[in-house]
T-cell receptor, first 115, second 112 residues
Framework: NAGVMQNPRHLVRRRGQEARLRCSPMKGHSHVYWYRQLPEEGLKFMVYLQKENIIDESGMPKERFSAEFPKEGPSILRIQQVVRGDSAAYFC?????????????FGEGSRLTVL | QKEVEQDPGPLSVPEGAIVSLNCTYSNSAFQYFMWYRQYSRKGPELLMYTYSSGNKEDGRFTAQVDKSSKYISLFIRDSQPSDSATYLCAMNYGGATNKLIFGTGTLLAVQP
């Protein structure tokens, strides 16, 4: 039973390029959360998605960032026109239920470096 | 002021020691409290999950919540080198979303 799968594990982009991070939730999970971990900081909530719907995007920067979780395929976090401040580890978590009774299972993260 | 405060450490202890990790929080609306362990370059994994004030024990780990003081703790008994990791406290408001607010994490090193 595979856990949460994230890819790529490491991504290097130059300023102005686009970054796409993918997350396949655990089998049977339809709730996906994205978190960002900046150096020396804790994980910060970005967005919560259920299949084909964005439920809570209160932690997403207003510009350049978007997320989707299509009916088929992985969830994608997209960062357009990356800047150095976007360098961070991006973690995806999935859960069986979307409420507080559902344990969050985290992937190993995608580490973005912006040159 | 951050919603959740956690001493970043690092904390270094000898093998076999009792470790105490703590977090304070400012928002009394938090309902659920968790401790996650994160090994270097890995994702967080859930260690303990508590709701009410009081203690919860699981093997060598004990989680303590004091809602009146807005203070949570994680105790590790008989610490092992394999416990060396970053420990993150997390909490949420309850209800229909599992959005977590994390502390910054405490880096623990258990010396053999």
């Amino acid at each position: 039973n595979a856990g949460v799968m994230q890819n790529p594990r490491h991504l290097v982009r130059r300023r102005g390029q686009e970054a796409r991070l993918r997350c396949s939730p655990m089998k049977g999970h339809s709730h996906v959360y994205w978190y960002r971990q900046l150096p020396e900081e804790g994980l910060k909530f970005m967005v919560y998605l259920q299949k084909e719907n964005i439920i809570d995007e209160s932690g997403m920067p207003k510009e350049r960032f978007s997320a989707e979780f299509p009916k088929e395929g992985p969830s994608i976090l997209r960062i357009q026109q990356v800047v150095r401040g976007d360098s961070a580890a991006y973690f995806c978590a999935s859960s069986l239920t979307g409420d507080t009774t559902g344990e969050l299972f985290f992937g190993e993260g995608s580490r973005l470096t912006v040159l | 002021q951050k919603e959740v405060e956690q001493d970043p450490g690092p904390l270094s202890v000898p093998e076999g020691a009792i470790v105490s990790l703590n977090c304070t929080y400012s928002n009394s609306a938090f309902q659920y409290f968790m401790w996650y362990r994160q090994y270097s370059r890995k994702g967080p994994e859930l260690l303990m999950y508590t709701y009410s004030s009081g203690n919860k024990e699981d093997g060598r780990f004990t989680a303590q919540v004091d809602k009146s003081s807005k203070y949570i703790s994680l105790f590790i008994r008989d610490s092992q080198p394999s416990d060396s990791a970053t420990y993150l406290c997390a909490m949420n408001y309850g209800g229909a979303t599992n959005k977590l607010i994390f502390g910054t994490g405490t880096l623990l090193a258990v010396q053999p």
